[in-house]
Each structure stands twice: as C-alpha cells, then as structure tokens.
C-alpha cells in the first residue's frame, strides 16, 4: 500500500503520546549532511505532524511488557536500539536494525510495543509506504512555495535532526507472601547443599591428611629398621675384630 501526504500547516502543542511517563529515555542527534530526503526504515507505526520549528525531530515510544531496569540495560547494551544511519545520494536513511530481531528472555518472547511520530517542519511532504507490516516513511523537505517563485529559495534539504528514544517499563509489583515463602525455602535449600558440600570437602581433606601420615610412618618405620640393621651389622663387625 502507498499513500502520498501533504502535510498540513499545524501547529503542534502536545500529544497524547506522553500520557504514561516514561522511565527511561535518551537523545541523539544526527547530521543528515544537508539531504533533501530523510528515510525512516521501520517496522513498527511511524506517523508524521508538523511543528512549528526548522529541524526534524524522531521520537521513538518502547513499551516494555515484561521487561524491567536490568533486562533493558543487558539489551541496550546488546545494540538492540542502537541507531543506524547513512547517506546514499540525496538521501539520509535511518534504522534500528536490532528491533527486527526476534529476542526470547527465559524462555519467554520479549514484547514490546513500539510506536514512533516525526515532528517535520513546514512545506515538508511526507510519502508512506507499507507493505508487510513494515512502514517507510520518505520525508522531502521543501520550501516556501511564494519564495521559490520569487526565486529566493533555493532547494530544501535538512541540516538538523534529532532523535529521541523513551522506554516505558511495568511497574515493579511487591512480592506477595507466598512468594517470599518460596523464596526462602530456596535459599534455605541452597544453604543445605552448601553445607553438605562443605563436609564432603572437609571429609576429603582428612581422608588426604591421613593418608599423608601413613606415608610418613610407614618411611619413619623403615628408615628405623635400616638404621638397626646397620648398628647390627657394626656390632658383629666390632665382635669378629675382638675375636681375633
């Protein structure tokens, strides 16, 4: 499906958008290097409002269904939002190639809900393509229409960009009673098979002790009997001389 928008001359005061605060977000400005295009390769809604100001602002909305503080850090890390952008042509083009991957957590699928909106400026037209569940929004920035016939504008392109990411996460539920029960009968749990290890670990060592000590009996006594034999053999040596 394709669709071709002229964005509207409105002015934008606030949205909806943040309603629910978010918990985490961060910003990142992009040098689209004077593009008359900018190319929002997404697989998730996007949608284009204009605003009163010259630079082009992405604002991205996760929700994180079952995800929390640590699990968010691990895939930030992991570049799962990292921001992926080039130019070819007179085009700039921006994805987040990580948020095609499928990510499982425990066992369980990671779902995240994702929505994005495109703060444009004036005399910007917008193109929508969607085909598979995946949106590409082109943005061509264009010029004031009465300055270009007087010829005083000269081509739109875009020197400014910003794009910000807000992540939303569940709220932390305390942990009910049966809960903490369970959670304690496995750290007593834990505790037993750290002790059992421990006697085994003792056990062993004395068992390495005492063979340790036979050893050195067992050479004490030899050198014992080498040492009688040899004042034995003196002995009859000393009484042969004596006899003769």
Known sequence: MKKILLVATVLFFGLGLHAQEANKKY????DPQLSQFVMLEFDYPAEAIEWDQEKLRI?????????????????MLAGRYKISSRKEGE?????????KKE????????????????????????????ADGATQLIIQRGVDRELAERGLA????????????NFTLPEEKEPSKEELENRMNDLEDRIKALENDKKKIENTIEEMDGSDK??????????????ATSVELKTKKVQKIEDQ
């Not at 604002?59 to 895939?75: A, M, W, Y």
């Not at 990510?103 to 969607?130: D, H, N, W």
């Open 27 to 30: 910003v990142k400005t992009l």
């Open 154 to 165: 000269a081509k739109g392109v875009f020197d400014e960009l910003e794009m910000e990411m």
């Open 103 to 130: 990510v499982t957590i425990r066992g369980q699928k990671l779902e995240e809900e994702i929505k994005a909106v495109v703060f444009v400026p004036s005399y910007t037209t917008v193109e929508t393509q969607t």
């Open 91 to 99: 085009s700039f083009i921006i994805d987040i190639p990580g948020l």
């Open 59 to 75: 604002l991205v909305d996760v929700n994180l269904k079952n995800g929390n503080d640590k699990i968010l850090e691990q895939l």
């Open 214 to 227: 036979k050893e050195d009996l067992k050479d004490e006594t030899s050198n014992g009997k080498k040492t």
